[in-house]
DNA sequence: GGATTTCCTAACGCCTTCTTAACACCGTTC
DNA sequence: GAACGGTGTTAAGAAGGCGTTAGGAAATCC
C-alpha cells in the first residue's frame, strides 16, 4: 500500500522544509526529487515524470499559481499545494488554476502521506502501462505473470519462470551462473550449477521451436546463459 | 467552469448543513440529490450514478468510512467528506478508505466549490465504466453485488464473494497467496493459507462447470490464485 | 432463544514441483 | 584416439502444496 518507489517532484525553497518532507517521503519508500525554483520544478517534471507533485506556493522566482498551470498546459501528474497562506481564496485560487488538492502548513505526516496516496490513486489510473516483453513468438506479460507462445499460454513453474524472467531482465545480456543461481533460488546456499543445466533444458522444451538447437536461450559456455535479443 | 448541471449527491443527516449545502450547490448551477443514511445515500448513487459526492461521516445508521468502502467495491465517484471530527488520524482513515478529498467543519462555501470542481476534473476523466463484470456464463454486478450464472443467481456467502471479486479486479492477473488473505480477510493476522483453498474449492463447485478441472478459478502453483480472462 | 447460515479447522490423499542421480554428448588437450 | 571438463537429457524419488470432505464453533437471522 505505500506506493513501490513512485517518484515525487517537491518544489519548495525552504531548507527546513525539504528536510521535513524528504525524511516523510522516503521513509514510506518512495523515490525522491527537489527542486528550489519554479523554473527548475517545471524543467525537472518535463525530464523524469514524476507520478506526483508537492508544490509550495512561495517561491522566490514565480508564482506558484504559474507553475501549475505552466504545468498543466501539456500533463495531469497531480499536484498538492503546500502552503503557508490559509485564506479561502487562496486555496481556490490554486484549486481553479489546476491543483488537485491544497495543504496548509502546518500539516501532519500521516495527513501529507495519505494525500500524497490519494494523488497516487488518481494518476496511476491513467499511466496503468503493463510491463509487457515481445520477442518472436513469445509475449511476456509480467504484470499478469503470463507467457503466451503464438497466443497460446504456456505454464511454467515457479523457477522455470524465475529463471526466464532473470534472463529477461537482463535482454541480451551475458547472465553468470553465479548470479542466476543468487537471483532465482536465492542468495542462500545449496544452490548447484547443475540446476541451471537441468531448468535450462526444461525452458529449452517449452520455449524454443528446437531445444536441442536454441534460437533465443543461448549457452555461453564457461560463463553463463543469454537471452538472445536478434531476430 | 461553474459546472454545466453535473449531478452531486449529499449524504448528510443535520438539517441545517442539509440546506446549507443544497443552497451552495443549486446557486452555482449543480443538478442535486440528497439522502440522510448511509444505505439510502449507497441506494441513490447506484440508481442515479452522480458525478460526486459529498459525504458526511457522522451519519446514523453506519459508518461513513464503511459507505465508501461499500461504494468503492464498485464505483471510483468521486468523493469528498465533510465531518466535524478533525483529528488526522480521521483524515487518514477515510482517504486510505477511497475517499479523494476530506473537508473539516466548518469551512468556507468557496473552498468547497473549488473542491468539488476538482473533483468532477477527476471524475470527467475517466472513462464512466459499467460497474458490471461479464465473463462466458457470468454476470456479477457489483453495485447489487449480484452474481447470475446463465441468468439466475448464484448465492456466495459474504467471503465467496469478497475473493471472487478480489479476483475479478485483478483480472487475468495472477494474485498472491499473501494479497488474496490481506484484500478478503483484511491484514489482520491469523488468516491462513489453508482458508483459501476451502473457500476456492467452493466457489468452483458453485461457479465452475467442472469444479475437479476449473476453466477459469485457476491455480498458479506455489504462487497464488487467477480468473483467467480468455475464451 | 432456537434454527440456519456461515466460518474455521483438521485430516487425508493426490498431484505438481523440486531435487538428485546417472548417463550421453561435445570439444579440447595431450 | 583416449581422457577430461563442461554441458544436455532423462527419469525417479522426495517434499511440499493443493483439493476435498466433514464436523464443530461462531455468527446471524427470524
Given at each position: 500500500m505505500t506506493g513501490s518507489g513512485a517518484l515525487i517532484l517537491l518544489v519548495e525553497d525552504e531548507p527546513q522544509m525539504r528536510r521535513f518532507l524528504?525524511?516523510?517521503?522516503?521513509?514510506?519508500?518512495?523515490?525522491?526529487?527537489?527542486?528550489?525554483?519554479?523554473?527548475?520544478?517545471l524543467a525537472l517534471a518535463v525530464?523524469?515524470?514524476?507520478?506526483?507533485?508537492?508544490?509550495?506556493?512561495?517561491?522566490?522566482?514565480?508564482?506558484?499559481?504559474?507553475?501549475?498551470s505552466r504545468l498543466r498546459e501539456w500533463s495531469r501528474i497531480p499536484v498538492?499545494?503546500?502552503?503557508?497562506?490559509?485564506?479561502?481564496t487562496d486555496k481556490v485560487?490554486?484549486?481553479?488554476?489546476?491543483a488537485?488538492?491544497?495543504?496548509?502548513?502546518?500539516?501532519?505526516?500521516?495527513?501529507?502521506?495519505?494525500?500524497?496516496?490519494?494523488?497516487l490513486r488518481h494518476g496511476g489510473l491513467e499511466a496503468a502501462q503493463e510491463p509487457v516483453f515481445v520477442l518472436d513468438r513469445w509475449r511476456v506479460d509480467l504484470a499478469k505473470r503470463q507467457v503466451l507462445m503464438d497466443?497460446?499460454?504456456?505454464?511454467?513453474?515457479?523457477?522455470?519462470?524465475?529463471l526466464f524472467t532473470t534472463l529477461i531482465r537482463h535482454a541480451g545480456k551475458v547472465v553468470t551462473h553465479r548470479q542466476l543461481l543468487k537471483e532465482v533460488w536465492g542468495g542462500a546456499a545449496g544452490a548447484q550449477p547443475l540446476y541451471l543445466r537441468v531448468y535450462?533444458?526444461?525452458?529449452?522444451?517449452?520455449?524454443?521451436?528446437?531445444?536441442?538447437?536454441?534460437?533465443y536461450l543461448q549457452t555461453e559456455p564457461g560463463v553463463g546463459y543469454r537471452l538472445r535479443m536478434e531476430d
Open positions: 524528504r525524511v516523510s517521503l522516503e521513509g514510506s519508500g518512495y523515490r525522491y526529487l527537489e527542486a528550489g525554483t519554479g523554473q527548475e520544478g525530464q523524469h515524470r514524476p507520478e506526483a507533485i508537492l508544490l509550495d506556493l512561495g517561491l522566490p522566482d514565480m508564482d506558484g499559481l504559474e507553475v501549475v498538492i499545494v503546500i502552503s503557508a497562506r490559509g485564506q479561502e485560487d490554486a484549486l481553479d488554476a489546476g488537485d488538492d491544497y495543504l496548509t502548513k502546518p500539516f501532519g505526516t500521516r495527513e501529507l502521506l495519505a494525500r500524497v496516496r490519494v494523488a497466443g497460446k499460454e504456456v505454464h511454467l513453474t515457479p523457477l522455470e519462470y524465475s535450462m533444458t526444461q525452458l529449452r522444451h517449452k520455449l524454443e521451436a528446437e531445444p536441442s538447437r536454441p534460437k
